[in-house]
């Protein structure tokens, strides 16, 4: 079975400064990917970036990128430079390779809240 | 620009009611979703279908039903809306590639008076 922790419920951060949002997960599975995805206040998941299990390098997407440490079953979302635009949830999400339903796992989230 | 469409946004009906949420994809996609997500939380997977004729339960025990009788249509239907049944309801899709992220609707907003 696969798991994902996402341990702070609330985070507020100073506009233009950088912010670390974590996730951990467990899975027997040796091949996965993680995803996190944003959902603002009007509901909608919007996908920011993906991790594959075996991607040698930390995925970026512009400002947001991951900070994965696959010993420690770790992959923080990291947003640099904050704007206020960015103030709500954060999903971080798992897919087993061996899932071949291809659906994701969701964490509980973390609601971000940028100041301005 | 959506691609995956949800009908409709909000929707508060009566107990006992019957209700249809629609979702339509235009991407082709084979593999679609629906998750359960009360407000603030977690998003519960409810059901989903490997294509056409496929449909199976997710890990979220529901009372709804689905079916998938073409590619871009997985319509969920409750015969008999209750006010535990009040949440969002999210519909998505997936191209079936593993690096492949779910493209999500905007959901429905149920509320069961």
């Known amino acids: 079975a696969q798991k994902i922790t996402q341990t702070q419920p609330g985070m507020f951060v100073q506009e233009k400064e950088a912010v670390t949002l974590d996730c951990t997960y467990d899975t027997s599975d040796p091949s996965y990917g993680l995803f996190w995805y944003k959902q603002p206040s009007s509901g909608e998941m919007i996908f920011l970036i993906y991790?594959?299990?075996?991607?040698?390098q930390n995925a970026t997407e512009g400002r947001y990128s991951l900070n994965f440490q696959k010993a420690r079953k770790s992959a923080n979302l990291v947003i640099s430079a904050s704007q206020l635009g960015d103030s709500a949830m954060y999903f971080c999400?798992?897919?087993?390779?061996?899932?071949?339903?291809?659906?994701?796992?969701f964490g509980g989230g973390t609601r971000l809240m940028v100041k301005p | 620009e959506a691609d995956i469409y949800q009908t409709p946004r909000y929707l508060v009906i009566g107990t006992g009611k019957k209700i249809t949420l629609e979702c339509s994809q235009t991407?082709?996609?084979?593999?679609m979703y629906w998750y359960q997500q009360d407000p603030g939380m977690e998003l519960h997977l409810i059901h989903y279908s490997y294509g056409v004729n496929s449909t199976e339960k997710g890990d979220l025990s529901s009372e709804s039903t689905v079916s998938r009788i073409r590619t871009e249509h997985f319509p969920l239907t409750l015969e008999s809306a209750r006010p535990s049944h009040t949440s969002q309801y999210l519909c998505a899709s997936a191209d079936g590639f593993g690096d492949s992220p779910l493209h999500f609707g905007n959901g429905t907003r149920l509320t069961v008076t």
């Open positions: 991407m082709g996609h084979d593999k």
């Open positions: 991790q594959g299990s075996y991607d040698q």
């Open positions: 999400a798992m897919r087993s390779n061996n899932n071949a339903g291809n659906m994701l796992t």
